[in-house]
């Protein structure tokens, strides 16, 4: 399959309209696909730059509130003054302009190692430069929550998702992250060409609306598409979310950054079944109900 680039004209912020030439089965055809957008976005503090990140246009507050929490810049939401959004970077002739421009109460308790990170991340690698799981748990206590969630519930969850992503449904091309409460509640679900991405936004959204830090009795669960990594885990810790489900495998310093802080992993989660890899505790077995 060739491509060419049609118009810059969008059908969203997310979504682009491509002319291609699709071949299949020794015939050719030429018609109109819908890609995901893909372009930098630069987060700064007092207009010093932070970080950058490739991620798909949308809800760029949410994703450098997410961020910036989960980095340990900030410790709740009232910690930012003011955040300003730039114009997208496509209408101003390709100059990489997309930026979030974040006001802090008071930037200069920043600590400087933060800085020095320089941190950048993409859609195939994350963000890169992490600290190590000693300087995490330096900052980041276990997690005391102890409640637990029915298998059958779990097992729900990947359809739920997938119910809502109504971006991957026009091109395929994306990841989510959702946040549900441990009845199968959907408080959050956010899609961005990376992991890492989504899963800022559903934290920033929840950061924002005053429900994370998660501290109620129940549980919650961090829901991913792909693989549950190291930098996932992380950022459910720091948003103290017990539970993290990943439809694919688990890396190994995830597991071990996990379970190092009590944190239930599952990997492979499925309508019929997951993996668990640590925190077997708040799984509580059940048959499913025959419908």
Partial sequence: MSLSM??????????????????????QSTLEDELVVEE?????????RYTATMRTPGHDD??????????????????????NQSTLCRERNQEIINMVDVTLQDAESIPAHLWER?????????????ASIEALT????????????????LCAFNDAMRQ??????????????????SDGECLALYEDIGRHNATDKAIGFGLENGWLPWKKS???????????????VQKALVARIPIVAAVSAASSLAVELADAHHQTLIGWLRPNGFTVYCGEERIMHRE????
């Fill in 218 to 232: 129940e549980a919650c669960v961090l829901v991913v598409s792909g693989r549950a990594s190291f930098e996932i």
């Fill in 164 to 181: 809502r992503q109504s971006l991957f449904e026009r091109t395929g091309g994306l990841h989510a992250a959702g946040i549900f409460t």
């Fill in 118 to 130: 320089s941190l950048i991340s993409n859609s195939s690698c994350g963000l890169c430069g992490k």
């Fill in 138 to 153: 330096a900052r980041v206590q276990p997690i005391e929550n102890r409640a637990r969630c029915d298998s059958p519930v």
């Fill in 62 to 83: 949410l994703l450098a509130r997410g961020l910036l929490f989960t980095e340990g810049v900030i410790a709740d939401n009232d910690d930012i003054e003011t955040l």
């Fill in 6 to 27: 049609k118009t810059r004209n969008t059908v969203s912020e997310a979504v682009q309209t491509f002319a291609i030439t699709r071949h299949r089965n020794g015939a």
């Fill in 288 to 291: 499913p109900v025959a419908r």
């Fill in 40 to 48: 930098p976005l630069e987060i700064r503090i007092e207009g010093r």
